[in-house]
Nanobody, 125 residues
Framework: VQLQASGGGLVQAGGSLRLSCAAS????????LGWFRQAPGKEREFVAA????????YHADSVEGRFAISRDNANNTVYLQLNRLEPEDTAVYYC???????????????????WGQGTQVTVSS
């Protein structure tokens, strides 16, 4: 499975961005796709996840109500809409694919087998 993330950039606080993650290869072997982020000096943290089959979504408390994950099964693409961005959202955002169908695993970066290259999001104050 190959993942290609895009859509990052520089935006002012309060602005919006939409990230995309295009999946290719043996995508049928995966059950969910997630977004994680990593700020300088911090651990990589879960942001959101969505299942391919049912479209069930999961969001971290820190982004609930501001970010929204969605999918386009026809194009094997998952999106992350980032609204009301804050300087604390500045990070490299990674998409990753999970082979488990256990929702409990979707927040655990160790359960993701495939990772994209990351896209930088910078929010200025």
């Amino acid at each position: 499975v190959q993942l290609q993330a895009s859509g990052g950039g520089l935006v002012q606080a309060g602005g919006s961005l939409r990230l995309s993650c295009a999946a290719s290869g043996r995508t049928f072997s995966t059950h969910a796709l997630g977004w994680f982020r990593q700020a300088p000096g911090k651990e990589r943290e879960f942001v959101a996840a969505i299942t391919w089959s049912t479209g069930s979504t999961y969001h971290a408390d820190s982004v609930e109500g501001r970010f929204a994950i969605s999918r386009d099964n026809a194009n094997n693409t998952v999106y992350l809409q980032l609204n009301r961005l804050e300087p604390e959202d500045t990070a490299v955002y990674y998409c990753a694919a999970n082979r488990y169908s256990v929702p409990y695993y979707y927040t655990d970066r160790g359960r993701y087998a495939y990772w994209g290259q990351g896209t930088q999001v910078t929010v200025s104050s």
